[in-house]
């Protein structure tokens, strides 16, 4: 029900970084889970991090574990990804999504979805 709007994408050197936003409608902000999600060409949509309510709990793919790392201001209604050591795997649209459930890391447990943005890793 809220609505979400990606930014921040764009091309990138393997080794390098790109902070990514996800700017969220309604005072109800706060009461939402939140999730990152990628999709890459002709793949499946996977899983990246999911952060909790009051950003205390976080949950990452092992994919991204130690690379990336989620965050909230809740007080700007905003979520962030910060994306450290990139590399060309790590190519893909990238999703926010937004979740009333307290558990979950599949695509159907979010319940409201940005439009997403692309990054982009070069070797």
């Known amino acids: 029900q809220v609505q979400l709007v990606e930014s921040g994408g764009g091309l990138v050197q393997a080794g390098g970084s790109l902070r990514l936003s996800c700017a969220a409608s309604?005072?109800?902000?706060?009461?939402?889970?939140m999730g990152w999600f990628r999709q890459a060409p002709g793949k499946e949509r996977e899983f990246v991090a999911r952060?909790?309510?009051?950003?205390?709990?976080?949950v990452y793919a092992d994919s991204v574990k130690g690379r990336f790392t989620v965050s909230r201001d809740n007080a700007k209604n905003t979520v962030y990804l910060q994306m450290n050591s990139l590399k060309p795997g790590d190519t893909a649209v990238y999703y926010c999504?937004?979740?009333?459930?307290?558990?979950?890391?599949?695509?159907?447990?979010?319940?409201?979805w940005g439009q997403g943005t692309q990054v982009t890793v070069s070797s």
């Open positions: 309604g005072r109800a902000f706060s009461t939402y889970r």
């Open positions: 952060i909790g309510r009051r950003g205390i709990i976080l």
């Open positions: 999504a937004a979740t009333s459930r307290s558990s979950g890391t599949s695509w159907d447990d979010f319940s409201s």
